[in-house]
């Protein structure tokens, strides 16, 4: 039906920067808000920061001002610039989308996840 496509993690020195892309495929009718969560070891998943269709975001505090969420609707693409990075931002990282599916309706969607890990 749908999936997301998530690439762009990897291993990173604390202080650089990494790039994240989530391409949605399948038969989407249209893609509401998009997010990206991150899971650390032993840890829940919780949202990192969220952007809706007409381009609003949010952020949770402790990313504010270094990483920086957009999307291309007609690509249905959603990016996380992550730049400053440190340690504690070392987690697997997942695309979700609140998608229409045509002939199906709404559903809530997942990536498999891309793993960042940030070295001191």
């Known amino acids: 039906q749908v999936q997301l496509v998530e690439s762009g993690g990897g291993l990173v020195q604390a202080g650089g920067s990494l790039r994240l892309s989530c391409a949605a495929s399948g038969i989407i009718a249209s893609i509401n808000a998009m997010g990206w969560y991150r899971q650390a070891p032993g840890k829940q998943r919780d949202l990192v920061a969220a952007?809706?269709?007409?381009?609003?975001?949010n952020y949770t505090d402790s990313v504010k001002g270094r990483f920086t969420i957009s999307r291309d609707n007609a690509k249905n693409t959603m990016y996380l610039q992550m730049n400053s990075l440190k340690p504690e931002d070392t987690a697997v990282y997942y695309c979700?989308?609140?998608?229409?599916?045509?002939?199906?309706?709404?559903?809530?969607?997942w990536g498999q996840g891309t793993l960042v890990t940030v070295s001191t």
């Open positions: 952007i809706t269709s007409g381009g609003s975001t």
């Open positions: 979700n989308a609140d998608a229409t599916i045509r002939g199906v309706g709404r559903r809530q969607v």
